[in-house]
């Protein structure tokens, strides 16, 4: 199939069926770059500056000064940042090429502007004012990027804990072994008050630690933005009051780390994600994806290592068309969130024609569609393949910002069958489109057990143990 974008011609080896206006990021990408060097490329640089001295570079072409399509750069260079905001992150960007875009780039990321929600965001989560400054190429700032250790501490009796929108997992787990794992059910964003999430954090780590022997160490994870176990940002405390949450919930686990008087560390559920990935292959890099509520992800580099991104891919754009589906949240459109999550599951399967009760919560419609896909629907296997064609084509755009070996899709829309006809669906799209990537990048799920709980479980060897003299 052949689809015009903003007069770029984008061919479709496989079409999402159930969602065939799907626009992939990853193709678009590929026919503006074709396009702008056929017409004798600019260079066009991307510096993002992290509140550590960090920076991330990112280099392309663009059209040149001219051309009669010239305004397709901003749409490119736009939807190139907003990724990158939410891939790596950052206070100030550095725009490196034709002034005419760092303007366009200025204006929208802006209060009032289209992009206020990021510019809040990112100002709110470095704790400076959101900048873009115009520079040329040459002149923009070289890459200076950090990695550092994280988890993979299994020695003595823990818990790892893993909250999500819908349940909370808990393990518990004695030198390496897990000895007990649950999900127990809640609903965390709509509650204004604090103390329900306390109350629930501290019942899912007792419920588990009455399983072991003693507690040494509590490690979790959660969507979010956690600096030095502080809660900058995240989902999960939506319904609190800014003056409620920074009095009581940007220090909620310290408090929870003192009341049980042991080693804590709590981190955004991506890297738990990719640390769950590397540790289960024994190899690196890995991109891990949960596709729960919403969609998380992190990323271990070559050496095994986090870098200090934010990798909250639910923001990052994957679909180009003009209409896509708008984010809730942050109100953009074509983000990663509305394909790659119960919110992207529930999507798909009622625009296809699935009709569920008008009161059946998100989660209790994706068990709908799973044992529906287990009776064999031959509509809900359509959904799943629909999802697993957008996956492929993700997975190409995802390849332009990560270095990428290994991808482990983990989360509840990936429980049963319709998992597995999701991946062989994002592997066909990857051999037909991009078979050079196909050649390189392994996607894979992790085992049932590991696609519901495998968070929680190297989430328990975040913290270290202190050594006793």
Known sequence: MSSMSSSLQLDLPLIPELDPQFVPASLWNRAFRELARRQGAAPYVLALERSDGSISRFETVVLPEGSPEFALNFRY??????FLLWQRGGWKVYAGGAPAIGEHLRSVYAPGGERAFDFEFMSNVYERPFTVEITTPERAPASRETSSPLGRHLDGCRVGFDLGASDRKASAVIDGEVVFSEEVPWDPRPQSDPQYHYDGIMDSIRR???????????????????????????SLFRGVPKDVFDAKVADLFLRIRDELGVPLEVVNDGEVTALAGSMSLNDNPVLGIAMGSSLAAGYADAHGNITGWLNELAFAPVDYREDAPVDEWSGDRGCGVQYFSQVGANRIATQAGIAFDPAMPLPERLVELQRRMKEGDPLVRKVYETIGTELGYAVAHYADFYELKHILVLGRVTTGPGGDVMIERARQVLAAAFPELAAKVQIALPDEKSRRV???????????????N
Request: hydrophobic share 50%.
């Open 77 to 82: 260079i736009e939807r190139i940042v907003k």
């Open 208 to 234: 588990a630690a009455a399983h072991l022997p003693r507690l040494d160490a509590v490690g979790g994870s959660a969507a979010g933005v956690y600096i030095n176990n502080r809660v900058r940002v995240a």
């Open 454 to 468: 495998g968070q929680s479980i190297a989430a328990a060897s975040l913290p270290a143990i202190p050594k006793k």
